[in-house]
């Protein structure tokens, strides 16, 4: 795979307001290294090896486990996830899974009661923005092992 046009450099303005997105998330209450966990198992998904490769990292930085890394493809037959982040995992998936069908109504429900409106709406803000990194990174062909 020959690496493409550098996002950045060719659309500065847009690369700007995908960080500044990103610094939103990081003014958020959520745990992160539960949003390295969405970062990666969207990852997983979409099949960003840049952001696979960034994400795992920083999730093993913020004291991630090997094991749990290796499990979380299958995170629902793992009694290594806790239930809270079994529902984060859920959300992701569905999210990022948007024309399967997209998130449940269970699922958004679960959510509601256990992180709130106002958590759950920065979940999914979480989910859509990796999303839309995995989305620029796999379409300019970014090799993994980058910054």
Request: glycine share 8%.
């Amino acid at each position: 795979m020959k690496k493409r046009f550098s996002f950045k450099t060719i659309e500065p303005e847009g690369f700007k307001a995908m960080r500044g997105m990103e610094q939103y998330l990081s003014a958020t209450g959520i745990d992160p290294l539960h949003k390295e966990l969405i970062k990666v198992r969207a990852s997983q998904l979409n099949g960003c090896a840049f952001c696979l490769d960034m994400h795992a990292r920083k999730a093993r930085e913020l004291g991630e486990t090997e094991q749990r890394l290796y499990l979380l493809n299958a995170w629902r037959e793992a009694p290594q996830f806790s239930e809270e982040e079994k529902l984060i995992l859920a959300m992701t998936e569905e999210i990022t899974l948007i024309g399967q069908q997209g998130l449940s109504e269970a699922t958004y429900e679960q959510a509601v009661e256990h992180f709130g409106e106002k958590g759950t709406a920065q979940l999914m803000m979480v989910i859509v923005v990796i999303n839309s990194w995995n989305r620029i990174m796999v379409a300019t062909q970014e090799p993994p092992g980058g910054r």
